[in-house]
C-alpha cells in the first residue's frame, strides 16, 4: 500500500469549482482496481485548503491512475484554481491492516 496526501490550496473564489471537479475525480477513481480508497477533505477553519487522501495497492497503480481520463480532466480543469503549486507527502500504512482500506461494498 501506497497513501499519498496531496495538499492543495485554491483561490477563494474557485473554492466550489475545485470541490466539484475534485468530487468527480474522485468518484472515478474509486473505480479504479488499484485504488483502495480515494478521500477529499475541506480544511474547517480555511475552506480554501484541502487534503486528497489517495490509497494505492501498488505503486504501478499510481502510474495507471495519472494515465486516466478522469485525471486528465481534473488536472486540467483545476489548474488555474490554484493559490499556490499543490503539494504531496508519501506515507506508508501501519493500521489498519491493508484490506481495512477498502470501502465497504456499495460505496
Known amino acids: ?3 499519498v496526501h496531496v495538499f492543495v490550496h485554491v483561490k477563494p473564489e474557485c473554492v466550489e469549482a475545485f470541490k466539484a471537479a475534485s468530487l468527480e475525480n474522485a468518484c472515478n477513481s474509486i473505480l479504479e482496481p488499484g485504488i483502495a480508497r480515494f478521500d477529499v477533505v475541506q480544511q474547517t477553519d480555511d475552506p480554501t485548503r484541502f487534503v486528497l487522501v489517495e490509497v494505492y495497492r501498488t505503486v504501478e497503480a499510481t502510474v495507471q491512475h495519472k494515465e486516466t ?10 489548474a488555474e484554481m490554484m493559490a499556490e503549486p499543490r503539494s504531496s507527502a508519501k506515507y506508508a500504512n501501519l493500521f489498519p491492516a491493508d484490506p481495512g482500506w477498502d470501502y465497504p461494498p456499495g460505496v
Open 1 to 3: 500500500m501506497l497513501i
Open 69 to 78: 481520463v478522469h485525471y486528465a480532466r481534473w488536472r486540467d480543469a483545476v
